[in-house]
């Protein structure tokens, strides 16, 4: 090699330099933020189809086995409920089940019960925003009375990591519910309706997390049974087993 091309080589090594550099900060950078999203972001309650608890849904999965006790009010009536999710090592999707009960503020309690799965389908902005479709049935039943209710739709949740074990996730759900009330010697009464709900996950820690979220819609002509009011409001605290 010549003296004047070997000068050139490292002239071009010189300005590449600074780029190189701003590329590897910048990998640096991505790594940090999905090894925080891996430690901090795997929490989220988990959420049923129960009737009277809120019908809310992030735009991701969590792997491994989670807890959480949930519970929901609406037009003078209460719930709660014991709730389990369990998602794959990948997240690929994530399973959910609840069973509790439903108080209203005169007559007897009901019994509640539901199942609800998800399927991520995209995520962007560095695994920050994502969405995820998902279908479930929950029901009650009290006496002769029992109700079914299917909601169908897709959860669209942003997240973002504060510091190394605390997170916020914020989601919105629209969704397509079926619903059917049915009592023993008389005529079964169904409802189809758009209904939508907010919500947002705290993680405090490693294993704990603080669910609140709101569900809205309209009444639906089955405004007697559990799960119908127009609007619901629910919490919940979650464990996760790590």
């Not at 792997?63 to 998602?87: E, K, Q, R």
Request: glycine share 14%; aromatic share 10%; with cysteine.
């Amino acid at each position: 090699m010549r003296t004047s091309d070997a000068v050139g080589e490292v002239r071009v090594r010189a300005q590449r330099t600074p780029w190189r550099r701003a590329s590897g900060l910048v990998c640096r950078a991505r790594a940090a933020w999905l090894l925080v999203a891996a430690i901090a972001l795997p929490i989220s309650a988990a959420h049923s189809q129960m009737p009277l608890v809120p019908v809310l849904q992030n735009g991701f999965a969590s792997s491994g086995m989670t807890i959480a006790v949930n519970y929901g009010s609406g037009d003078g009536s209460s719930a709660y409920s014991l709730a389990a999710s369990w998602g794959p090592a990948s997240a690929r999707f994530q399973l959910s089940g609840a069973i509790g009960s439903i108080r209203p503020d005169t007559g007897s309690t009901w019994t509640g019960y539901g199942f609800r799965a998800s399927v991520p389908v995209w995520s962007g902005m560095a695994d920050r925003l994502g969405i995820a479709l998902f279908a479930g049935v929950g029901g009650a039943r009290r006496d002769t009375t029992s109700i079914v209710r299917v909601p169908v739709g897709a959860g669209v949740g942003y997240r973002f990591a504060i510091g190394e074990t605390r997170s916020i996730a914020a989601y919105a759900s629209p969704f397509f519910v079926w619903s059917r009330v049915s009592e023993k010697g008389a005529r079964a009464e169904g409802d189809n309706e758009m209904r939508g709900s907010v919500a947002a996950d705290l993680v405090l820690s490693r294993n704990f997390g603080l669910t609140v979220g709101y569900e809205f819609g309209g009444g639906g002509a089955v405004g007697s049974a559990p799960g119908s009011a127009k609007g619901l409001f629910g919490a919940a605290v979650s464990y996760a087993f790590r």
